[in-house]
């Protein structure tokens, strides 16, 4: 009995916790707590949680950029529910096996991914809905996953402490951060390795999209001039073009991602690759809205 206590505590800890809303057997820690914590840990955990206990037919799949468009903007102009699936920090890798998740749990009918060429690359193999899949199959080990851990603790702390930090703000200042985002691109295009792989996997997708009367749209996100220089630096505009030759042969594809008023104005962004909520606004009404002024649609 004294051998077992610590791991009976530690099964109490996770059950009352409950980081990611799995368990849904306990309300003693707040959901909007666990909302502003757990899914800076792991974004695929939560969502695909989330869209396993109430999926929709239409979806929004790639990385920050498209997390960031929220469903209610597209729901104010179109008046259908999206479930919004990108992640921050998203691969194609993540994007690719959601979509095929989102397929075993329901009908499709629409899907939106959010490409642009530093994550239409091969090196870019990360994959955190491992995860999800991997507990879904053992439930058991939701209570020993590192992360479901850490998660439980900044839960517990921030709601014990009252702190009002959030985790995954950057501290530092807007130029800085700035030239800070710029690095982390030119780091990504210098890693660029040409997306044999993904482009295999993302044709499969294409051609089940077909199959079953699915509307597929590729969105090549806008992103400041500053950053777009950073491809001709790295010598990727034969590469740029080429993505955008190979997406126009499997669905509809809408770029933004080029010099114009919309991506020469830094105060549109918060950072090089990311729009501030009132442009993102006029790039939700172009998308769904079918009014191009900033953007082109790839035949």
Known sequence: MLFGLPFFVALVFIVLVDPFDYLKVSSVFSSDIKMAVSPELNFCFWKMNEFDRDPHDSILLGDSRMM?????FVHDVTGET??????????????IDTFWFAVEKTKLRKVFIGINLNNYNDYDISN??????SIKENPALYFVNRTVWESAFYVAYKQLTRSSRRLGVPTMDRESFWQYELDIMRLSYSRYTLPKKYRQEIQKISEYCRQNNIELTFVIFP??????ELIVEA???SQNRAMREDLRTLGTVLDFQFDNELTREKANYDDPVHLGVRPLRILVKEVWGNELKFGRKLN
């Open 128 to 133: 955190r809905t491992r995860m999800y899949s």
């Open 223 to 228: 992103t400041n001039v500053e950053e777009q």
């Open 68 to 72: 960031g468009v929220k469903s209610d």
């Open 235 to 237: 010598h990727l505009e």
């Open 82 to 95: 999206f479930s919004n699936m990108a992640y921050g920090g998203g691969t194609l890798r993540e994007a």
